[in-house]
């Protein structure tokens, strides 16, 4: 079955450093890839998506994200975390192009160090 | 307004309460979805409606029940739930179906339920 693993269920990083979130999908084939942003009291947020391509895809907010094939991951980077980066962070995949299939991950919680 | 609006916000009933939820999106989309989030737990699709017709139902309780009377307005009803029903409800859209580069998900900021 097709899943989706945040390793990192909680990461704490100083305002300024660089940021890395894990994520490892189990499918057979390249799916369609996202990261989500919730920010306390709000609804997801689509930060970035792969489709096809370029393996490092940008997104808003300064951030980007690495497709790796060989390692089934998508990682999600920033070079430099600011105090309103505090969110939780959902990685999603669509395994086969339908909207009602999208499995998301379990989240990492980001929280800023000042 | 834009985007994918949701009503109430907060809401507290208790086990024999009926109450509804409402998510409305001003963005001209075609499918609409309801979300379940708990604590500590991925997000779970409950339903999803697409041009007004229920597509998908993913084993749901029937104390929830969905209505789409229009493409741009979706409610769950919701009718003596349990404590453990008590989470955060999301609502999404998009504009059909099928996931290409340009038709994403689309979330509401969610109404936070508690069942007592």
Redesign the interface.
Known sequence: AQS?TQPDIHITVSEGASLELRCNYSYGATP?L?W?VQSP??????LL?Y?SGDTLVQGIKGFEAEFKRSQSSFNLRKPSVHWSDAAEY?CAV?PY????K??????TRLSIRP | ETG?T?TPRHLVMGMTNKKSLKCEQHLGHN?M?WYKQSA????E?MF?YSLEER??NNSVPSRFSPECPNSSHLFLHLHTLQPEDSALY?C?S?Q??????A????????S?LTVL
């Open positions: 989706v369609y996202f989500y009291g709000q609804g997801l947020q689509l998506k489709f959902f669509v192009s339908s909207a009602s999208i499995i998301f991950g379990s989240g | 994918v949701q499918a979805y500590k737990k991925p997000l699709l999803v597509v998908e999301l999404a998009s059909d179906m099928e996931v290409d580069g038709n994403v998900l689309t979330f509401g900021a969610g936070r």
